[in-house]
């Protein structure tokens, strides 16, 4: 197990568009492993292997108060999509600092295989609904400040600048 990178908006590799897991074996694990670590330390409830740069459909969750529930989504799909939108604040590892509404279907449910393999869904609401389809955004080369309007994306953008400069 190891702690890997997370990449930062607005780096380019965010916008690749992630490979489906040809064969859930050993090497995929020890990823999971490694993608959970990530999100412990960092600390979040969410990692998509796209913000460690490794371009596969790999999603890792946990929204356990004690941190030991974790969900692991390979090859996600959305089946379905409720009609009713929900908004729900955001942040992103990889947008540290910034936190905005987005608007999303409120429920939803997810086709994926687990890290035997085996194929499983799961019906979605609440902040189950926004992680998952937060990380298959990231999965799909998409970052959640994608969602907000052009002049708040830059606003970001020059903030995110800022925080850099000043951490230099
Ligand atoms: O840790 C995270 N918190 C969060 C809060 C509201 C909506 C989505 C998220 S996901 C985020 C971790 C992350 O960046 N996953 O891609
Ligand atoms: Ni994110």
Redesign the pocket.
């Known amino acids: 197990m190891a702690l890997r990178t997370i990449l930062r908006y607005p780096d380019p590799r965010l916008l690749q568009v992630a490979a489906p897991v040809e064969r859930v074996d050993d090497a995929i694990r020890e990823l999971i492993g490694d993608m959970a670590d990530t999100m412990y330390e960092a600390p979040?409830?969410?990692?998509?292997a796209t913000?460690i740069d490794v371009h596969l459909r790999i999603i890792v969750i946990d929204l356990s108060e004690k941190r030991d529930a974790l969900q692991v989504f390979i090859n996600p799909e959305i089946d379905n999509a409720g009609n009713e939108l929900a908004v729900?604040?955001?942040?992103?590892?990889?947008v540290p600092g910034i936190f905005e509404n987005v608007e999303r279907p409120g429920r939803i449910t997810v086709r994926a295989l687990d890290a035997q393999g085996q194929p499983f869904t799961r019906d979605a609401e609440g902040l189950l609904a926004?992680?998952l389809q937060?990380?298959i955004d990231?999965l799909n080369g998409r970052v959640f400040v994608q969602h907000l309007s052009r002049l708040k994306q830059s606003r970001i953008r020059a903030k995110l600048a800022k925080q850099e400069r000043d951490a230099a």
Not at 44 to 48: N, R, S, T, Y
Not at 88 to 94: R, T
């Open positions: 979040g409830i969410g990692l998509a913000q729900h604040e955001e942040g992103c590892l990889s926004v992680c937060h990380e990231h």
